[in-house]
């Protein structure tokens, strides 16, 4: 890949919200490192590199943040969530969030900073959960992701000399395979139907429906562009208006 031109980081981009982010940046020309845990379905076309990497390994993120050159920006959407019940929530569990959620990502921007452009941006993936509280069966999740917009305000302030920018996202019930991993999961340890619950959660949205991946990826898109050139250490909601805070 050509040492001379910043390349933008999409982390998680095998399905979901990252996937739709590397296929909104792609479209738009962006040149691109993808990487993920898990291969992709397929790979967008343009002047994108695919790295199979766990974020959690240090080597793993050393190798790929070797291979990618300078960047202009990062979108880190690698993350898991394991829903259970919060009396018997599991040390292991509590523990795997938080590495894949909160301590990758804190690593991962302090491994990328010295090949951070100046003027670059960095937008993480936090979610409704670090606001909103209405599915307790995914609390180690909202703690990881409310701790996001935590470590979005601290970089930000820290990188504002640079120019960098740092902001969050805080996507809503978008139609995922995470959500509907989450819907049959919840919907079990309730005793009832699937598609029940996906019709209460619906009417906790003022616009009536789920959120596409794609709509997410656009904010992304919008946060990484010049046009966002005056906004840092912000939190984004995309919920549809379940949150407006």
């Known amino acids: 890949m050509p040492d ?3 390349r933008v980081l999409v982390t998680g981009a095998a399905s979901g919200i990252g996937a739709a982010c590397a296929a909104v940046l792609a479209q738009a020309g962006t040149p691109l490192v993808l990487t993920d845990i898990a291969d992709p379905a397929g790979v967008p076309a343009g002047d994108v590199t695919w790295v199979r990497a766990d974020v959690t390994s240090d080597a793993d993120r050393a190798r790929l943040l ?3 050159g300078q960047l202009a920006g990062v979108v880190h959407n690698a993350g898991i969530l394991r829903a259970a019940d919060p009396a018997t929530l599991s ?3 509590w523990d795997a ?4 959620n909160l301590t990758a990502t804190f690593r991962l921007v302090q491994a990328a900073l010295g090949q951070l452009a100046d003027h670059a941006s960095i937008v993480l993936m936090s979610s409704v959960s670090a606001k909103w509280a209405a599915t307790p069966e995914s609390i180690a999740y909202a703690a990881s992701k409310a701790a996001i917009l935590s470590l979005t305000r601290s970089f930000a302030t820290y990188l504002a000399p640079r120019g960098i920018r740092v902001n969050a996202i805080c996507p809503g019930i978008i139609d995922t395979p995470m959500q509907r991993d989450l819907l049959r999961r919840v919907a079990a340890a309730r005793g009832i139907a699937t598609e029940r619950l996906k019709a209460e959660r619906s009417t906790t949205i003022p616009l009536g429906r789920m959120g ?3 709509e997410v990826a656009q904010v992304a898109a919008f946060l990484l562009s010049p046009a966002a050139s005056y906004m840092t250490g912000q ?3 995309v919920t549809g208006g379940m949150v407006t805070h």
Do not use: K, R, Y
């Open 4 to 6: 001379n031109e910043p």
């Open 66 to 68: 070797d291979g990618a």
């Open 91 to 93: 040390p292991d569990t």
């Open 97 to 100: 969030v938080m590495s894949v």
């Open 212 to 214: 596409d991946p794609a």
């Open 235 to 237: 939190s984004i909601n």
